[in-house]
């Protein structure tokens, strides 16, 4: 299984940008999928999750309205467009696939939101 995960770069504070999370080797339409931030010197956090189908969508609060998390199962990928960036959304975002819990990662792609 392989998670690519791209789509980071450097950002000015209120910009925008959009992830890619490209899976293979998985029947992708199968499996719930997330994104997840690890700052500098903090515990990987959870950011957002979408099921299978795409039809349930789940945010962590501080990126409600601001992130939205897509999926096109037809082309095997998963997407978190993020508006609105702020300084603390810096992180290393990784995404994960996975059904009662998230058994396969990629390997991160960085974000750092200028002030």
């Known amino acids: 299984v392989q998670l690519q995960a791209s789509g980071g770069g450097l950002v000015q504070a209120g910009g925008s940008l959009r992830l890619s999370c490209a899976a293979s080797?998985?029947?992708?339409?199968?499996?719930?999928m997330g994104w997840f931030r690890q700052a500098p010197g903090a515990e990987r956090e959870f950011v957002a999750n979408?099921?299978?189908?795409?039809?349930?969508?789940y945010y962590t609060d501080s990126v409600k309205g601001r992130f939205t998390i897509s999926r096109d199962n037809a082309n095997n990928t998963m997407y978190l467009q993020m508006n609105s960036l702020k300084p603390e959304d810096t992180a290393v975002y990784y995404c994960?696939?996975?059904?009662?819990?998230?058994?396969?990662w990629g390997q991160g792609t960085l974000v750092t939101v200028s002030s």
């Open positions: 994960g696939a996975g059904n009662q819990k998230f058994d396969f």
């Open positions: 080797e998985l029947t992708f339409s199968t499996y719930n």
């Open positions: 979408i099921n299978w189908s795409g039809s349930t969508t």
